[in-house]
Structure formats: structure tokens, C-alpha cells
T-cell receptor, first 118, second 115 residues
Framework: GAGVSQTPSNKVTEKGKYVELRCDPISGHTALYWYRQSLGQGPEFLIYFQGTGAADDSGLPNDRFFAVRPEGSVSTLKIQRTERGDSAVYLC????????????????FGNGTRLTVT | AQTVTQSQPEMSVQEAETVTLSCTYDTSENNYYLFWYKQPPSRQMILVIRQEAYKQQNATENRFSVNFQKAAKSFSLKISDSQLGDTAMYFCAFMRTNTGNQFYFGTGTSLTVIP
């Protein structure tokens, strides 16, 4: 596709429910990242995949959060027992390789999923 | 730990004028990348400009340029000939080169270009 695609664009759920957020990275990009952006804040790192494996999940806030990328392309961020504090925009990004800052491997972001927990 | 500070929550500029957005960062690393991203209401983060720390020359991209002061750990963005389409949130970001995967973002500056 032309860019990183995230679905749904908006998600409203009740406290305690389970949600899944999907990310389709740019075709051929091996690295995939999830960030969370709370209101009035900059994005905060959650997890990074290189291929199918989670190379760095140090940003996941607790064990209610989990992400997978089983075939090295699409990724799903899963949140169990949602809490009101989970409300935020969840951004996905991808890059050609594992060093996203270089000129030949810039980081491309999707439009995010706005999650609202009521 | 790396921190990125943007001390200007909001700024405005007249169309066609020049504006400078401030950013400071704290790190013990010597090699790293710095970025400015633009986030319009669509929420997509768009790369504006990139600077490698080992390069002394300030990066420029058309109307956008940076003033990179490594010793002072300062990385400001200058937008010349401001256009209405420049209205957006602007985030400064830092990335270490030895791990190469985590970006650290500031809290952003909301820029409004006034017609």
C-alpha cells in the first residue's frame, strides 16, 4: 500500500473490555513500532518488532498490553481489561530496516487509532 | 535516560514570516539522531527534518532549517516564509544510534499560522 494503515480509526469501548488494534505497515518494511500518544503529550514508545519477533517490548506499561506480528507484516496490539487511563491515540510506524533514523530508512507513521475507554 | 523538552506549548506566526521552535534534550550519548515531526489534525506524524549528531552542518529542507548546538544540547527549528499549511503540532524527537529503535518525543508545540 501507499502508507501505514491503521484500523479502526476510532474505537470506543467500555472499561474492562478487550480490544484489538490493527496495523498494516508499508510493504517490505521489516521493522514495525507501536507508540501511544496521550492527550497533550508526545508519542511514547511501546514495542518494536523486527520481522516476526518483538525485539524490544520495554515500553509496554503492564501485562494487559500485548502485541503480535505472526507473519512479519500485519501487527495487532491487544489490550485486555481496558481502563480509562488507556484512552489515547495508538500510533503505528514502520521502516525499511531496524535503523529508522537514516535517510534510506525513514520512519513512516500511520494515522493512528483513537481509543476511548468509557 | 533520554529526555526531550519543548518549552513552547503554543506559538503563532503571521503568514510569510519566520518562526523558530525550541527544543532541548538530555543524553549521555555521543552519537544520535534528532528529528522534527509535524502532526496535522489527521494525526499522521510527518518527518520535517533530520539531523545526525556527528554532522556539524545544520540540516536544511527547503523552508525548514535547524540550529543544532551539540554542546548546549539544543535543536531548534526555523520555518521561513510560513504558510497556512504549516499549522500543526510540531514534535522534536531523539533517537540513539546504538539501539536504533526507540524515538523519544517532546510534548510538542502547537503552531498556528495567521493569514
Amino acid at each position: 500500500g501507499a502508507g501505514v494503515s491503521q484500523t479502526p480509526s476510532n474505537k470506543v469501548t467500555e472499561k474492562g473490555k478487550y480490544v484489538e488494534l490493527r496495523c498494516d505497515p508499508i510493504s517490505g518494511h521489516t521493522a514495525l513500532y507501536w507508540y501511544r500518544q496521550s492527550l497533550g503529550q508526545g508519542p511514547e514508545f511501546l514495542i518494536y518488532f523486527q520481522g516476526t519477533g518483538a525485539a524490544d517490548d520495554s515500553g509496554l506499561p503492564n501485562d494487559r498490553f500485548f502485541a503480535v506480528r505472526p507473519e512479519g507484516s500485519v501487527s495487532t496490539l491487544k489490550i485486555q481489561r481496558t481502563e480509562r487511563g488507556d484512552s489515547a491515540v495508538y500510533l503505528c510506524a514502520s521502516s525499511r530496516n531496524s535503523i529508522p533514523g537514516t535517510s534510506n530508512s525513514p520512519l513512516h507513521f500511520g494515522n493512528g487509532t483513537r481509543l476511548t475507554v468509557t | 535516560a533520554q529526555t526531550v523538552t519543548q518549552s513552547q506549548p503554543e506559538m503563532s506566526v503571521q503568514e510569510a514570516e519566520t518562526v523558530t521552535l525550541s527544543c532541548t534534550y538530555d543524553t549521555s550519548e555521543n552519537n544520535y539522531y534528532l528529528f522534527w515531526y509535524k502532526q496535522p489534525p489527521s494525526r499522521q506524524m510527518i518527518l520535517v527534518i533530520r539531523q545526525e549528531a556527528y554532522k556539524q552542518q545544520n540540516a536544511t529542507e527547503n523552508r525548514f532549517s535547524v540550529n543544532f548546538q551539540k554542546a548546549a544540547k539544543s535543536f531548534s527549528l526555523k520555518i521561513s516564509d510560513s504558510q497556512l499549511g504549516d499549522t500543526a503540532m510540531y514534535f522534536c524527537a531523539f533517537m540513539r544510534t546504538n539501539t536504533g529503535n526507540q524515538f523519544y518525543f517532546g510534548t510538542g508545540t502547537s503552531l498556528t499560522v495567521i493569514p
